[in-house]
């Protein structure tokens, strides 16, 4: 099952925003995020809102572009009463799930009510995922036609017994053709790898890593494997059925990539992403990152606006039903407080190639970073200058380095 929603406050019906939104609000972009909660198959380790059939109870796949539309209509006339200012969308993410799993028309539908509803900034990033079978070339010259600009590929793994385990149930070989086909549909093109499955190892990693310069895509994106609770996966480790995950792996993998990467002419701009240049890093993620403004669409997708957080009602049949009544999906909403936000920004903005400001962290988080420093943890010349930027050892310890700097 997918993970439970957030604990907060009722949203309101009307989903209207209070009038603290629009401070800042010219110096925020704005992005929108389409999830599509649909996929073929549900893979062992993920516990993302996710949905395998073509209708779920009373809903079908096809209906989705027409939901998502009239949460768009819903969008605009929000911020507009929030008393926003006119902002184009300067990014556009199509998660899920399987994006792809919809027609391509059925994403242009989408994109043009973006651009219709709020329009799109010069330039702006229309990225889409795919797994590597869900698509075919047609249908990426048909979305590269739509406005989309990027494809990121689930590719995760090369080797077979290490999908199999993951249940992927793409075929390895498939990804290659896509990457070729992407680019010649004039895209961008991201790969997005998964290490430290039980039972993977070193060589293993290092033919998916080969496997994956291979193609010289413009972006990829490296993940430790997290073991949710209440996933398949999981639950086989816990009856025994496939071995734990090893975190001594897990660090030599992080390792094994950034070298690999590095020496492949892709820099990391966040902990867990390389680019070729600064063009082709994830300007939607970085905006997560950094605190600005998206809305997203879909169900359990999570918007944030000027210090407001919601979350929409998870499964596909509600959250049809509340938009079908005129109201806002959303399910619970939280108000950022100052220090809410002050710490938010350490744990997210460590995780930077940029780094923090030092200005940022507490007196008593200020003194740790000369242990931090001793430990080898931040780049001392970062320091010296006034932030923190993490070193590889400090990207390995990430989330300890962060509790060192948000101390109780």
């Known amino acids: 099952m997918p993970s439970a929603l957030p604990l907060a406050d009722p ?31 549900r893979c062992g380790y993920c516990d993302f809102n996710t949905y395998t059939a073509d209708e779920v109870r009373g809903v079908r796949r096809s209906d989705f572009a027409d939901q998502a539309i009239a949460e768009l209509d819903l969008a605009a006339h929000v911020l507009q009463s929030a008393g926003l200012p006119p902002r184009p969308a300067n990014t556009v993410f199509f998660g899920g799930g399987t994006p792809t799993i919809l027609p391509p028309a059925a994403l242009a539908c989408m994109l ?4 219709e509803r709020f329009g799109l900034a010069p330039g702006a990033e229309v990225t889409t995922e795919s797994n590597p079978d869900s698509i075919d070339a047609a249908g990426l010259v ?11 590929f689930g590719m995760q793994s090369a080797v077979p017994h290490v999908l199999r385990t993951l249940e992927r149930t793409h075929d390895p070989e498939n990804v290659a053709r896509r990457v070729a086909e992407a680019r010649a549909a004039g895209l961008a093109v991201s790969l997005d790898l998964i290490y430290g499955t039980p039972g993977e190892s070193a060589d293993d990693w290092e033919t ?4 994956a310069l291979a193609e010289q895509p413009d972006h990829v994106s490296a993940y430790a494997l997290i073991v949710e609770e209440g996933t398949k996966l999981a639950r086989q480790i816990a009856r025994g059925e496939v071995p734990p995950v090893d975190d001594d792996l897990h660090a030599a993998a992080y390792e094994a990539a950034d070298a690999r990467l590095t020496a492949a002419g892709y ?6 992403n390389w680019a070729t240049s600064p063009d082709h890093r994830s300007r939607h993620n970085r ?28 499964h596909p049949h509600a959250y049809a039903q509340r938009l079908a009544a005129g109201t806002s999906p959303a399910a619970g909403r939280e108000i950022l407080d100052a220090e809410t936000r002050r710490v938010e920004r350490v744990l997210l903005e460590t995780r930077l190639r940029e780094g923090i ?6 007196p008593a988080a200020r ?11 931040i780049d001392p010349a970062s320091a010296f200058a006034g932030r923190i930027v993490l070193t590889l050892r400090g990207r390995l310890l990430a989330d300890a380095v962060v509790r060192r700097l948000l101390p109780d």
Do not use: F, I, M
């Open 287 to 314: 905006a997560y990152w950094t605190g600005q403004d998206w809305w997203g669409v879909g169900p359990g997708a999570h918007s944030h606006v000027g210090g407001v957080r919601w979350w929409n009602v998870k």
């Open 267 to 272: 820099h990391w701009y966040e902990v867990s």
């Open 208 to 211: 998916s890593l080969a496997a």
């Open 367 to 377: 003194r740790e970073v000369a242990g931090l420093l001793a430990d080898e943890l």
């Open 142 to 152: 048909a979305l590269a036609e739509a406005g989309v600009t990027r494809v990121s």
């Open 357 to 362: 400001d030092r200005g940022l962290l507490t």
């Open 11 to 41: 949203a309101p019906e009307d989903g209207l925003l209070p009038p603290s939104v629009v401070e800042g609000a010219d110096q925020r972009d704005l992005g929108v995020y389409l999830h599509v909660p649909y996929c073929r198959v």
């Open 112 to 115: 043009d009510a973006v651009r």
